[in-house]
Nanobody, 115 residues
């Protein structure tokens, strides 16, 4: 079983930045894709960033140019740098890892953007 542990969430003012981390219990290079999702109260979970094993990254239009996903294979950690945060970015952010056979989720970390 793979453990994914997110950290780095918190309260930030609009326009501010946060960096989330996701530490995996095994070599992240073994995953086809690692990504970040978020879920706001009363809304369904939505994808916000993905990093493939070939270092390709993708983002939805809602965060493109503001969010950056990166990975440190030596530390088995994936990061999400979030800049120019908006109140609508408020959500619980989840780390996700996909292998050929399984999908794993972290427990989530709360991000609140408010003045």
């Amino acid at each position: 079983q793979v453990q994914l542990v997110e950290s780095g969430g918190g309260l930030v003012q609009p326009g501010g930045s946060l960096r989330l981390s996701c530490a995996a219990s095994r070599n992240i290079a073994s995953f086809i894709v690692m990504g970040w999702y978020r879920q706001a109260p009363g809304k369904s979970r939505e994808w916000v960033a993905a990093s493939t094993s070939t270092a390709t990254t993708n983002y939805p239009d809602s965060v493109k140019g503001r969010f950056t996903i990166s990975r440190d294979n030596a530390k088995n950690t994936v990061y999400l740098q979030m800049n120019s945060l908006k109140p609508e970015d408020t959500a619980v952010y989840f780390c996700n890892a996909r292998s050929t056979a399984d999908v794993y989720w972290g427990q989530g970390t709360q991000v609140t953007v408010s003045s």
